[in-house]
C-alpha cells in the first residue's frame, strides 16, 4: 500500500471522526427535544441527522476497500500520522457507543412519552362520556326544548 493510500485512509478517518462528533451532538439535542416535548425542533434535527447519516454511509462505502487489508502492510509517511489515525479510529468507536446509547434513550424516552399522551387522551375520552352520560341522565323528560319547525 502506498503513502497516498495511506494519506486517503487518514483523511477518511478523520471525515468519519468529525461526521460521527456532530452526529453526537444533534442526538444530545434529539434526547433533549423529545424530553421537552417540542416535536417541531426534533423534526429539524430529525432532518440534519438523516443528511449527516447519509455523508456517514458515503464514508463508510470509501473505506471498505481498507477493511480487508492488513494493517501492518500499510506505508504511512510518519508514525505519528500513523498513531493519529489510530487514536481517531478507536475515537469514532467510542463516539459510535455514546451515539447509539443516547438513541436508545432518546427512543426510550419518546416511548414513555407517547405512552403518556395517549393515556390522557383515554381519560378525558372517558371523562367526555361520563359528562355525556351525566346530562343525559339528570335531564328531566320534558325540559328539551323541540325548535323544529313544522309547516
Known amino acids: 500500500m502506498s503513502e497516498q493510500e495511506t ?9 468519519r471522526f468529525d461526521c460521527l462528533r456532530r452526529l453526537r451532538q444533534l442526538v444530545e439535542q434529539q434526547v433533549s427535544l423529545v424530553e421537552g416535548g417540542d416535536l417541531t425542533r426534533l423534526l429539524d434535527v430529525l432532518g440534519a441527522k438523516q443528511r449527516l447519516l447519509w455523508e456517514l454511509e458515503r464514508i463508510e462505502r470509501a473505506l471498505d476497500p481498507f477493511r480487508g487489508q492488513n494493517p501492518e502492510s500499510r506505508r504511512w509517511r510518519s508514525g505519528q500520522l500513523r498513531q493519529q489515525c489510530a487514536e481517531q479510529s478507536a475515537r469514532c468507536t467510542q463516539l459510535l457507543e455514546e451515539i447509539m446509547a443516547e438513541e436508545k434513550r432518546s427512543q426510550s ?20 362520556r361520563a359528562c355525556s352520560a351525566y346530562l343525559t341522565a339528570s335531564a328531566p323528560p320534558g325540559s328539551r326544548l323541540d325548535l323544529s319547525a313544522e309547516e
Do not use: F, P, T
Open 7 to 15: 494519506d486517503l485512509l487518514a483523511e477518511l478517518i478523520s471525515e
Open 109 to 128: 424516552r419518546l416511548v414513555e412519552r407517547r405512552e403518556r399522551v395517549a393515556a390522557e387522551l383515554r381519560s378525558v375520552e372517558q371523562a367526555g
